[in-house]
């Protein structure tokens, strides 16, 4: 049975997602910003048509901000989040397997379904199933590769008259989608390695697809060489419905303000930990490697710059905040100097074991706290719950060195209290 694959992709999400409970924006022209406010990291498509780029400080754009009524939005993760599992929900429901390949994206295996229905039209299904259920906007690219289904999900958001959906299943319309597509736009070419590739001579993804694969090897790597024989139909990735175990995680933030006290960086480095180590839960896993990490900013020459980390080990894994937080105020008093006005910290945790898979040593100190696992259950069951949060007295109350959101928008889908009020 050959493969067939579908990429569903969410038009504009983050912008999308602001739109979603503000319908009198319906058509004005958004951004969201990212961490602090600081640049444009997603923009609806009126601001597109504006010329707002991607990445540009907000400060760069004040005067069009002002001119043009653009509306804006600091980065609403938890609404993000919430919509991206509801979308996802929806595409497990349609379509038997699922790779779930970003917050915006999903990757549908559909082998077999051809021969029952018109893929066209299961994909047409999918996009007005979303659009119904959720209010939010779809394209999907349907061919016998992801590599292929990338560029039909391309071409579906890039030319208005295929309605959002696009089944490159066809060798005759793949061959002609390749030959006007720049080989920059394949999926994992980017532009240094298309740079490379236009001297050669080889412009476009059809250019891409008629070369020697193992030439393809030979000059550039097996990866590439990949994507030739999937620009070809043969595929080789396949579905991956289950994520792979993380090798480690970290939480980084710039601060709102500046921090000069070691009492506010305590507070800053606590919060990351709590946050880490929540994560390492969801990860159903346990880590024994810490990393503490600060620095001021790069960017003024005024101020002296200064940046240092620690890393330390428990002697058992664990995924206890407060074993984590202990270590982690140990490895900050290391490396804190005074004096500096600090502008980013943040922690990294390392190391992971499946539970009950370490074996220690036989002179080891080993004492773990009773009831930990119950108690951290309890821990992110109350936190997730969206009625309250429950969290380290060290984590400090005030927290002005919070990273700034002046434009934050209510998380209108997961605390009960922003829930949508309907006059």
Request: aromatic fraction near 8%; charged fraction near 20%.
């Amino acid at each position: 049975m050959s493969t067939v694959f579908a990429l569903v992709d969410c038009n504009n999400f983050y912008a999308s997602c602001e739109k979603l409970f503000r319908p009198d924006l319906k058509n004005a022209p958004l951004v969201v910003l990212s961490n602090n406010d600081g640049c444009v990291v997603a923009r609806s498509k009126e601001a597109k048509a504006l010329g707002i780029k991607m990445a540009v400080p907000v400060f760069q754009i004040q005067e069009q901000i002002q001119q043009l009524g653009i509306q804006l939005f600091s980065s609403n993760y938890a609404l993000y989040a919430d919509l991206s599992c509801r979308v996802m929900t929806i595409l497990e429901g349609l379509a038997p397997r699922v790779e779930v390949y970003s917050i915006d994206e999903a990757f549908l295996d559909l082998s077999g379904l051809g021969s029952t229905v018109s893929l066209l039209e299961f994909g047409q299904n999918i996009k007005e199933t979303i659009a119904q259920w959720l209010g939010l906007s779809v394209c999907i690219g349907i061919a016998p590769t992801k590599t292929l289904a990338k560029l039909a999900n391309h071409a579906a958001k890039k030319y208005p008259a295929t309605g959002g959906v696009v089944d490159l299943t066809k060798y005759e319309r793949q061959q002609r989608l390749l030959a006007i597509t720049p080989v920059t736009d394949v999926w994992g070419v980017g532009r240094r390695l298309g740079k490379r590739l236009e001297i050669m001579g080889i412009k476009t993804a059809l250019d891409l697809a008629q070369c020697a694969p193992a030439t393809i090897r030979n000059s550039f790597s097996i990866v590439l060489e990949r994507t030739v024989r999937e620009l070809n139909g043969e595929s080789c990735l396949d579905l991956e419905e289950l994520p792979p175990t993380k090798q480690q995680i970290m939480c980084s933030r710039s601060f709102g303000r500046r921090i000069t006290t070691l009492e506010q960086m305590s507070e800053a480095i606590a919060q990351y930990t709590a946050r880490a180590a929540e994560k390492l839960r969801q990860e159903n896993q346990q880590a024994k490697m810490l990393t503490v990490f600060v620095q001021t900013s790069q960017f003024k020459e005024s101020q002296k710059t200064y940046s240092n980390s620690a890393t330390g080990e428990l002697i058992l894994p664990s995924s206890d905040t407060r074993e984590f937080n202990v270590l982690a105020l140990q490895l900050l008093k290391r490396i804190w100097r005074e004096g500096y006005s600090y502008s980013k910290g943040g922690v990294m945790l390392s190391d992971f074991y499946d539970h009950d898979a370490y074996q220690p040593g036989l002179f080891d100190e080993v004492e773990q706290r009773p009831n930990s696992t119950k108690l951290m259950a309890v821990l992110d069951e109350i936190n997730q719950s969206g009625l309250g949060k429950v969290f380290l007295a060290r984590q400090g109350m005030q927290n002005t060195w919070q990273m700034k959101r002046e434009h934050l928008s209510p998380a209108y889908t997961t605390r009960w209290a922003d829930l949508p009020k309907v006059n």
